[in-house]
């Protein structure tokens, strides 16, 4: 099970596993998260997108609009964001947008 955790919340790779978390000692999941082709797309918990983060490890805030299509608006200082005691978070999330695994492998 993949997670993702930005400040201190927890992100799982699928909806099904999210519904696993409510079961867990360790807490449940704020949400689970859709690698796309140049970004992952945060969901919450009723499966509406609550944000997004793009190749460059910048945030931004994502909601759907009214025909169904996800909007998404990227912060201005995201460096503030990703401090020191980030770093791990940070590394952990370039790993999924930039196509690698912990190792240094490539992968779709």
């Known amino acids: ?17 999210f519904a696993d978390t409510l079961f867990q ?3 449940t999941a704020t949400g689970f998260f859709k ?5 992952i797309l945060l969901f919450d918990h ?3 997108p609550m944000a997004v983060v793009n190749r460059e490890l ?12 996800v909007w998404h608006s990227y912060l201005p200082f995201n460096h503030i964001l990703y401090s ?9 999330l370039e790993t999924l ?4 695994d912990h190792i240094g492998y490539f992968f779709k």
């Open 84 to 92: 020191e005691s980030r770093m791990k978070e940070r590394e952990q």
């Open 46 to 48: 009723q499966n509406d």
């Open 1 to 17: 099970m993949a997670t993702i955790t930005i400040n201190g919340r927890k992100f799982v790779e699928t909806a099904k596993e």
């Open 35 to 39: 690698v796309r082709k140049r970004d």
């Open 25 to 27: 000692p360790d807490g």
């Open 97 to 100: 947008t930039k196509g690698r």
């Open 58 to 69: 910048v945030l931004g805030a994502a909601k759907r609009t009214g025909d169904g299509k």
